[in-house]
T-cell receptor
Framework: AQSVTQLGSHVSVSEGALVLLRCNYS??????LFWYVQYPNQGLQLLLK??????LVKGINGFEAEFKKSETSFHLTKPSAHMSDAAEYFC????????????FGTGTRLTIIP | DAGITQSPRHKVTETGTPVTLRCHQT?????MYWYRQDPGHGLRLIHY???????DKGEVSDGYSVSRSKTEDFLLTLESATSSQTSVYFC?????????????FGEGSRLTVL
């Protein structure tokens, strides 16, 4: 079985400050890891993903995440927050052994303070 | 944008009535999914399909059934709606999640069961 834990259901940062959203995963096999973003009244869209290879992955809108196997983490960061980053962010995991299903975390709502 | 249409987008119904939500895709993707989104729970998989007439249960399948008679359509049916099924329902599609493929989401269907 696989699962993800997102620490902090709400995070507030000032515009221009560092964004750090935390995700820890549990998986009995090597994982694929994803971050999705949901803007108000919309469906989710992919920010970035880790499958194999380089552990630091870059996504859209200046976000990046680092896969750390020793810490079972996949935290999402952005050096400088923008007002348009206000949204809900979901971490998700699947395995690379043919599992067609993603398991999502409970989400972190990011608020940007002007 | 991926061609995914959910209908209806909003529905209010009464306890005990049947409800069917429709997801239509124009991408010819193999996999289709139904998720529900609830505060504090993130997204939870209800059912998914890996081909025409091929479906399987997710983690919260009780009280729901699905059908996929054509590649492009995936129907979610609540045989007898209950208040606990009040939620926002998202359809998603994917060409191949098992290889780290991306999920594309519809805009959601908000269901209220009174």
């Amino acid at each position: 079985a696989q699962s993800v834990t997102q620490l902090g259901s709400h995070v507030s940062v000032s515009e221009g400050a560092l964004v750090l959203l935390r995700c820890n995963y549990s998986s009995s096999v090597p994982p694929y890891l994803f971050w999705y973003v949901q803007y108000p009244n919309q469906g989710l869209q992919l920010l970035l993903k880790y499958t194999t290879g380089a552990t630091l992955v870059k996504g859209i809108n200046g976000f990046e995440a680092e896969f750390k196997k020793s810490e079972t983490s996949f935290h999402l960061t952005k050096p400088s927050a923008h007002m348009s980053d206000a949204a809900e962010y979901f971490c998700a995991v699947s395995d690379n052994f043919g599992n067609e299903k993603l398991t999502f975390g409970t989400g972190t709502r990011l608020t940007i303070i002007p | 944008d991926a061609g995914i249409t959910q209908s209806p987008r909003h529905k209010v119904t009464e306890t005990g009535t049947p409800v069917t939500l429709r997801c239509h895709q124009t991408e010819n993707h193999r996999y289709m999914y139904w998720y529900r989104q609830d505060p504090g729970h993130g997204l939870r998989l209800i059912h998914y399909s890996y081909g025409v007439k091929d479906t399987d249960k997710g983690e919260v399948s009780d009280g729901y059934s699905v059908s996929r008679s054509k590649t492009e359509d995936f129907l979610l049916t609540l045989e007898s709606a209950t208040s606990s099924q009040t939620s926002v329902y998202f359809c998603a599609i994917s060409e191949e999640v098992a290889e780290g493929g991306e999920l594309f989401f519809g805009e959601g269907s908000r269901l209220t069961v009174l």
